[in-house]
Nanobody, 121 residues
Framework: QVQLVESGGGLVQPGGSLRLACAGS????????VGWFRQAPGKEREGVGC????????YYRDSVKGRFTILRDNDKNTVYLQMENLKSEDTAVYYC??????????????WGQGTQVTVSS
Protein backbone atom coordinates (compact mmCIF):
# COMPACT_ATOMS: atom_id res chain seq x y z
CA GLN A 1 0.00 0.00 0.00
CA VAL A 2 1.28 3.45 -0.95
CA GLN A 3 -0.13 6.69 0.37
CA LEU A 4 0.51 9.91 -1.52
CA VAL A 5 0.25 13.47 -0.25
CA GLU A 6 0.63 16.47 -2.58
CA SER A 7 1.65 19.92 -1.47
CA GLY A 8 2.93 23.16 -2.91
CA GLY A 9 -0.04 24.48 -4.81
CA GLY A 10 -1.12 28.09 -4.68
CA LEU A 11 -1.74 31.29 -6.58
CA VAL A 12 0.95 32.51 -8.94
CA GLN A 13 1.12 35.17 -11.62
CA PRO A 14 1.58 34.27 -15.28
CA GLY A 15 5.23 33.64 -15.96
CA GLY A 16 5.83 32.59 -12.39
CA SER A 17 7.01 29.31 -10.91
CA LEU A 18 5.78 26.71 -8.46
CA ARG A 19 7.09 23.42 -7.20
CA LEU A 20 4.65 20.71 -6.26
CA ALA A 21 5.66 17.82 -4.07
CA CYS A 22 4.26 14.30 -3.90
CA ALA A 23 5.36 12.55 -0.73
CA GLY A 24 4.97 8.79 -0.70
CA SER A 25 4.82 6.40 2.20
CA UNK A 26 6.79 3.19 2.54
CA UNK A 27 10.15 2.02 1.31
CA UNK A 28 8.58 0.59 -1.84
CA UNK A 29 7.60 4.06 -3.07
CA UNK A 30 11.02 4.61 -4.57
CA UNK A 31 10.44 1.70 -6.93
CA UNK A 32 7.17 3.07 -8.25
CA UNK A 33 6.70 5.21 -11.30
CA VAL A 34 4.96 8.47 -10.42
CA GLY A 35 2.75 10.44 -12.73
CA TRP A 36 1.37 13.93 -12.46
CA PHE A 37 -2.13 14.73 -13.69
CA ARG A 38 -4.31 17.80 -13.67
CA GLN A 39 -7.96 18.59 -14.01
CA ALA A 40 -9.30 22.02 -14.80
CA PRO A 41 -12.93 22.98 -14.11
CA GLY A 42 -15.23 21.48 -16.70
CA LYS A 43 -12.44 19.53 -18.36
CA GLU A 44 -11.25 15.97 -18.40
CA ARG A 45 -8.28 14.94 -16.33
CA GLU A 46 -5.09 14.94 -18.37
CA GLY A 47 -1.64 13.57 -17.84
CA VAL A 48 1.13 16.09 -17.33
CA GLY A 49 4.14 13.84 -17.08
CA CYS A 50 5.63 10.78 -15.50
CA UNK A 51 8.92 9.53 -14.06
CA UNK A 52 9.83 5.87 -14.20
CA UNK A 53 10.70 4.08 -11.00
CA UNK A 54 13.07 1.75 -12.85
CA UNK A 55 15.48 4.20 -14.44
CA UNK A 56 14.25 7.74 -13.84
CA UNK A 57 13.17 8.34 -17.43
CA UNK A 58 10.69 11.18 -17.74
CA TYR A 59 7.87 11.92 -20.14
CA TYR A 60 5.82 15.09 -20.60
CA ARG A 61 2.78 16.22 -22.51
CA ASP A 62 3.69 18.57 -25.33
CA SER A 63 2.12 21.66 -23.80
CA VAL A 64 4.44 21.55 -20.76
CA LYS A 65 7.68 20.38 -22.37
CA GLY A 66 10.46 22.83 -21.62
CA ARG A 67 8.48 24.39 -18.77
CA PHE A 68 7.80 21.50 -16.36
CA THR A 69 10.35 19.11 -14.87
CA ILE A 70 9.75 16.02 -12.77
CA LEU A 71 12.42 15.29 -10.20
CA ARG A 72 12.80 12.56 -7.65
CA ASP A 73 14.45 12.51 -4.22
CA ASN A 74 14.45 8.95 -2.96
CA ASP A 75 16.04 9.95 0.35
CA LYS A 76 12.91 11.99 1.04
CA ASN A 77 10.48 9.61 -0.67
CA THR A 78 9.28 12.58 -2.68
CA VAL A 79 8.67 13.35 -6.33
CA TYR A 80 8.53 16.97 -7.42
CA LEU A 81 6.87 18.77 -10.29
CA GLN A 82 8.84 21.94 -10.97
CA MET A 83 6.72 24.32 -13.03
CA GLU A 84 8.19 27.35 -14.76
CA ASN A 85 6.74 30.07 -16.99
CA LEU A 86 3.25 29.22 -15.83
CA LYS A 87 0.30 30.15 -17.99
CA SER A 88 -3.35 30.69 -17.18
CA GLU A 89 -4.17 27.42 -18.95
CA ASP A 90 -2.07 25.58 -16.35
CA THR A 91 -4.71 26.40 -13.74
CA ALA A 92 -6.07 23.13 -12.39
CA VAL A 93 -6.07 20.72 -9.49
CA TYR A 94 -2.88 18.69 -9.75
CA TYR A 95 -2.70 15.08 -8.65
CA CYS A 96 0.10 12.57 -8.36
CA UNK A 97 -0.33 8.85 -8.83
CA UNK A 98 1.92 5.84 -8.39
CA UNK A 99 2.03 2.64 -10.42
CA UNK A 100 4.60 0.07 -11.49
CA UNK A 101 5.32 1.78 -14.81
CA UNK A 102 4.48 4.99 -16.65
CA UNK A 103 2.87 2.97 -19.44
CA UNK A 104 0.03 2.06 -17.08
CA UNK A 105 0.00 5.16 -14.89
CA UNK A 106 -3.57 6.04 -15.87
CA UNK A 107 -4.63 2.81 -14.19
CA UNK A 108 -2.82 3.70 -10.97
CA UNK A 109 -4.23 2.32 -7.76
CA UNK A 110 -2.64 5.00 -5.63
CA TRP A 111 -3.60 8.68 -5.91
CA GLY A 112 -3.01 11.77 -3.87
CA GLN A 113 -5.75 14.15 -2.77
CA GLY A 114 -4.79 16.93 -5.18
CA THR A 115 -3.46 20.44 -4.82
CA GLN A 116 -4.87 23.56 -6.47
CA VAL A 117 -2.71 25.61 -8.80
CA THR A 118 -4.12 28.94 -9.94
CA VAL A 119 -2.29 31.08 -12.46
CA SER A 120 -3.74 34.56 -12.53
CA SER A 121 -2.73 38.18 -12.40
Amino acid sequence: QVQLVESGGGLVQPGGSLRLACAGSGSIFRHYSVGWFRQAPGKEREGVGCIEGSDGSTYYRDSVKGRFTILRDNDKNTVYLQMENLKSEDTAVYYCAAERACAIITEADFWGQGTQVTVSS
